[in-house]
């Protein structure tokens, strides 16, 4: 794969970059989880070697029941999902969720409170940070990205851009975004001025592309995408 775009990512928002690409990534978390690392670090000479991490991660729930099903804002020990599909995470350490099954979009504040941003959804899959600061959210069955800002969400690429039933979503660093479009077989651009191209489709040997995210490798940036109904990334 390779793209044509060349965007900048805002300095306390976690997203993605941008240019000449290729292909990688995905995953569905049946509930809100965040991997940490332990504070402690050990003292001057006594850590490990070099080739040995530092400290230990930990894998805790953020939010959500483990094997409950809801839809209930409040605390986190409290708060329910039904199928949470996709996250990002601001600078601040906010998270935001696509809550699928809920059709709405999330969010998970410092304190483990949830609230419900935009809970107008049909089947959101993914969110993503644009280089605007804006949350990005796909939805498979409205066939539709939406850009959400102050809890309002607006289409901005749809079924007449050829869209057929996006899942991943990855910010190209340059104001734009990549779209994983599952059930169209092919990775989509579109770019900071609106205009959408296809970057890769069946011509390229793609079939059900399902998570996308950008990335700089020993030859520049590419773009790596988990093509899930055909087995390869």
Same mark, same amino acid.
């Given at each position: 794969?390779?793209?044509?775009?060349?965007?900048?990512?805002?300095?306390?928002?976690?997203?993605?970059?941008?240019?000449?690409?290729?292909?990688?990534?995905?995953?569905?978390? @049946?509930?809100?989880?965040?991997?940490? @690392?332990?504070?402690?670090?050990?003292?001057? #000479?006594?850590?490990?070697?070099?080739?040995?991490? @530092?400290?230990?991660?930990?894998?805790?729930?953020?939010? #959500?029941?483990? #094997?409950?099903?809801?839809?209930?804002?409040?605390?986190?020990?409290?708060?329910?999902?039904?199928?949470?599909? #996709? &996250?990002?995470?601001?600078?601040?350490?906010?998270?935001? &969720?696509?809550? @699928?099954?809920?059709?709405?979009?999330?969010?998970?504040?410092?304190?483990?409170? &949830?609230?419900?941003?935009?809970?107008?959804?049909?089947?959101?899959?993914? &969110?993503?940070?644009?280089?605007?600061?804006?949350l990005y959210v796909s939805d498979n069955v409205a066939k539709t990205v939406s850009r959400v800002v102050d809890d309002e969400a607006v289409v901005v690429v749809d079924e007449d851009d050829g869209l057929v039933g996006p899942e991943g979503l990855a910010s190209d660093g340059a104001g734009g975004l990549f779209i994983a479009d599952r059930d169209g077989g092919a990775v989509r651009h579109l770019g900071e001025d609106g205009s959408v191209s296809v970057v890769a489709d069946a011509d390229d040997g793609l079939v059900g592309p399902f998570g996308i995210a950008v990335g700089e490798g020993v030859d520049g940036q590419f773009v790596a995408v988990a093509d899930a109904d055909n087995n390869v990334v």
């Open positions: 794969l390779s793209s044509s775009s060349s965007p900048s990512v805002s300095p306390s928002r976690s997203s993605a970059s941008s240019s000449s690409p290729s292909l990688w990534a995905a995953s569905l978390l @049946a509930s809100s989880l965040a991997l940490t @690392a332990c504070p402690e670090q050990p003292a001057p #000479g006594d850590g490990p070697p070099d080739d040995e991490p @530092a400290t230990d991660p930990e894998l805790r729930v953020l939010a #959500g029941s483990t #094997g409950s099903i809801g839809n209930l804002d409040g605390p986190r020990d409290r708060a329910l999902y039904a199928l949470p599909s #996709g &996250v990002a995470v601001d600078g601040d350490g906010t998270v935001f &969720v696509a809550d @699928a099954t809920n059709g709405a979009l999330r969010k998970v504040d410092v304190d483990g409170n &949830v609230t419900t941003l935009a809970p107008r959804f049909l089947l959101p899959t993914a &969110v993503v940070i644009g280089d605007d600061g804006a």
